[in-house]
């Protein structure tokens, strides 16, 4: 009797405990099937379409609305809302035919009125988009049919096209919170995560993997690297610096460095003394620094060295990457001691020079190297000043007591007007204050000029500023992930832009098959 | 005790509006604006930003404006996290930094306390020459070392407990409260050990011995209660900086607590955010000490507020 009434005892323990076990696999399955954990860098300053403005802003954004065009894998530009486009002759008319499937996350259609109202609320001043002056090339926009959205242009604008996939220029739903894109935003806790879900009613929806996609802030890389090794994150936004050797080693082919349109360089003040017309001084500082020294030693993480402003891989741009004293260390050297002399100083009377940079270790690093070229080959007493980041940027930006200082563009949109925009002698941009009448000449021609002369103009333009030496380019940018094996559909590109929509999980995926 | 606590309180209003003052102008000398950033805006685009969160009246009327909106309670939006009143981050992040703070603190009390007053009772033997040596290490190693060594061990390694990441669950609380409560252990028992000491010494528990009190009765009765005296004092402003978030740690693990709004406020120069956790942190520490000198009272029969 005993006996048996355990036996029941356990029999009945068996069931439950299997009805247990059943259910957390289900609950598992349901949870985590089709997750993809993704660094995000910083918080968000905002997922509002036309307040946003940093680069983590617009990952999360790009994942839940859509812009008339949108990007592919491997970043290029593809055809989003819209099905297809045209334009007149000059490209100063386009007419956009949305895709008659594109929906709201609500089920509701998606039509140019809504086009209508994101660019007439991003144009709004009382609304006070950042970003609002991408759209200066505008002329017009209105809604010719539900279905086709028109745009007039006031220049010619070859990054058009890219300028469609910017958040700025989304559709805007009646209900803001409503999602265009391939997923929706369910939950956001400031500090820690921003949990996306599928959207249903997007227009490919059977074409995207991920049902989930949590979005981690990662503040901190050294942080984000043990979250990636612990298995917490599929993909980081970046890895610590300094530590690519040891990074390669550990992770192999885990670590993903490609370049990225972005240039690092020094600017000279060019408003006042030392460096205000004395070219042979500016030419002797740049010819005496070693970029692939810089690059190589100081930096490791793959960079290129520099010595022009715009990076290698803009479609169409040569790719002279290197000047023809860059291999001759011997001939650049004496050069450069020729050049400071010729400049006025000499071992006797020195240059004695502030180097100022914003707080970062490697800011640092690079500019202790620099500094030590500098002492080396020419004499150069240089003063390092590092500045907490605001001060740093107003101080450049008011030019009174900068000299050299620390300088960079990461690029909006390929194309090389984009970078040579800071030098233009009315740019709120141009803290060189570099100022050549033939300079902004050649820019204004350019953008009046059809595509391929553009080019040769725009090419022309970074000549002079090389030419006058309003900068030295120090080495390009490089974009570096961690990206677990699992991952598929990550592409490298130049833009460093990756939508979730395209992602995948290898296992995963055969295991649901 | 009713008349001091009113007094107490009275005499809070006058050190917060000078503490809102100083930091109010104090952030606004502080070269460079909410909207300067490595790519500068358009004038135009400045303005327009700069008169939707009033920043293009005269300062005195903002700071008036400002001390108005305090009196309802509205900490104004954030200039940062433009998606978010200042409210809402910190009704968002203090929870998080108060559990974690308030664990640590527990934890940090008991065993603090615990070891002080054993390394006392063992003054001057073995036991208490490691106590304290580990005690002093735990003081000298920083926050930043011991987090990410707990990290390595527990996450990436053995693969027991979380990296980073927040929910209210005992595997992600347990490495951070751990990080933030080492420290303060040590210091703690350093503290106990050395207060215990000099009451041990004291006439009065002469006398309890003497009466022939069990021995176990003369420390927990007697020794105890004025032996932490100075650990209560300590763990008033302690206890509001720790409950306000540790920097520190919510960076290494990912923590959405306060202590991370406090810093990257003031590097946006997000004037409002920042004034609201100095709001905050300033009316944590009254109160904190307000509380301290209430726990004298009860832990001394000497002191009296009438």
């Known amino acids: 009797m005993h006996r048996r009434a355990q036996r029941r005892i356990s029999s009945q323990t068996v069931r439950w405990l299997g009805l247990i076990v059943v259910l957390t696999m289900a609950l598992a399955a349901t949870a985590s099937d089709r997750t993809i954990h993704r660094g995000l860098g910083p918080e968000p300053d905002s997922l509002e379409i036309h307040q946003a403005q940093g680069l983590s802003a617009f990952n999360v954004l790009r994942d839940i609305h859509e812009g008339l065009l949108t990007r592919d894998s491997s970043g290029q530009p593809v055809a989003g809302i819209a099905l297809e486009w045209h334009s007149d002759q000059q490209q100063r008319v386009w007419t956009f035919r949305l895709d008659p499937e594109a929906r709201w996350s609500d089920g509701s259609v998606i039509t140019a009125d809504d086009f209508v109202r994101g660019w007439s609320l991003a144009l709004d001043p009382a609304r006070a988009s950042p970003t609002a002056h991408w759209l200066d090339p505008i002329e017009s926009f209105r809604a010719l049919e539900p279905h086709v959205f028109e745009v007039q242009l006031n220049i010619d604008t070859p990054w058009f096209q890219e300028l469609l996939t910017l958040p700025v220029t989304f559709p805007m739903a009646e209900h803001p919170e409503l999602s265009s894109g391939p997923f929706m935003l369910e939950q956001r806790v400031p500090g820690s995560q921003i949990q996306l879900l599928a959207n249903p009613f997007f227009r490919q929806a059977d074409q995207v993997w991920p049902d989930q996609i949590i979005w981690h802030v990662t503040e901190d890389p050294g942080a984000e690297l043990s979250r990636f090794r612990a298995g917490e994150l599929h993909i980081t936004e970046s890895v610590p610096p300094g530590r690519y050797r040891w990074l390669r080693q550990q992770l192999g082919q885990q670590l993903r460095v490609s370049p990225y349109l972005g240039s690092f360089f020094l600017g000279f003040n060019l408003s006042q003394p030392p460096f205000a017309d004395n070219l042979e001084l500016r030419q002797a500082l740049s010819l005496a620094i070693d970029r692939r020294l810089l690059v190589e030693r100081v930096l490791g993480s793959g960079e290129l060295p520099a010595w022009r402003l715009i990076p290698p891989g803009l479609s169409g741009w040569p790719q002279s990457i290197e000047a023809a004293h860059a291999n001759n260390d011997q001939a650049r050297i004496e050069r450069s001691r020729r050049l400071y002399q010729q400049a006025g100083y000499s071992a006797e009377r020195p240059l004695e020079v502030e180097l100022r940079f914003n707080t970062s270790l490697s800011h640092r690093r690079l500019a202790v190297a620099v500094a030590a070229m500098w002492k080396q080959h020419l004499g150069v007493r240089t003063r390092l000043v590092n500045e907490e980041w605001k001060v740093f940027v107003t101080n450049r930006r008011q030019g009174r007591i900068t000299q050299i200082m620390r300088g960079g563009w990461i690029a909006d949109w390929s194309d090389a007007g984009n970078f040579l925009q800071l030098f233009e002698s009315d740019s709120p941009l141009n803290y060189t204050f570099f100022s050549d009448p033939e300079f902004d000449r050649l820019l204004v021609q350019a953008s009046q000029a059809s595509s391929a002369q553009r080019q040769s103009l725009l090419y022309e333009a970074e000549q002079r500023l090389l030419d006058q030496q309003a900068i030295i380019p120090l080495y390009y940018y490089v974009s570096r992930h961690l990206v677990h094996p699992d991952v598929q559909g990550f592409a490298d590109n130049p833009m460093d832009i990756h939508l979730s929509r395209w992602l995948s999980l290898a296992d995963r995926t055969d295991q649901n098959q | ?306």
Request: charged share 10%; aromatic share 10%.
């Open chain 2, 1 to 306: 005790m009713l008349n001091y606590s009113l007094k107490r309180l009275a005499s809070a209003i006058p050190t917060l509006l000078l503490l809102i003052t100083v930091a109010f102008f104090l952030i606004r000398i502080a070269p460079g604006g909410p909207f300067d950033a490595e790519k500068a805006l358009p004038e135009d685009i400045k303005a327009n930003l700069e008169a939707k969160y009033q920043l293009d009246q005269p300062l005195i009327i903002q700071y008036v404006r400002y001390l108005w909106q305090i009196v309802q309670l509205d900490l104004g939006p954030s200039f940062h996290y433009r998606d978010w009143t200042v409210n809402e981050l910190i009704a968002q992040g203090a929870p998080v930094s108060f559990t974690l703070g308030a664990l640590a603190l527990v934890l940090a009390f008991t065993l603090g306390t615990a070891l002080g007053a054993w390394a006392a009772l063992k003054q001057n033997s073995v036991a208490d020459y490691s106590t304290m040596s580990v005690a002093m290490i735990g003081i000298s190693i920083p926050n930043f070392v011991v987090a990410p060594l707990l990290v390595l061990v527990f996450a990436v390694t053995l693969g027991w407990l979380p990296a980073g990441g927040w929910s209210y669950s005992f595997s992600h609380l347990l490495l951070p409260t751990i990080a933030l409560a080492l420290p303060m252990v040590a210091y703690i028992a350093r503290i106990t050990r050395g207060s215990m000491i000099e009451v041990l010494h004291s006439g009065f528990i002469r006398t309890a011995r003497a009466k022939g009190l069990p021995e176990r009765e003369v420390i927990v009765q007697h020794a105890l209660k004025p032996a932490l005296l100075p650990v209560i004092s300590y763990m008033g402003p302690a206890a509001a900086g720790i409950l306000t978030g540790s920097v520190v740690i919510e960076r290494i693990f990912t923590i959405p607590g306060i202590g991370s709004h406090f810093v990257q406020g003031a590097l946006n120069r997000d004037y409002t955010l920042v004034m609201g956790v100095v709001i905050f942190y300033g009316v944590l520490i009254i109160v904190m000490n307000f509380l301290v000198d209430l726990l004298y009272a009860w832990l001394d029969p000497r002191i009296r507020y009438d």
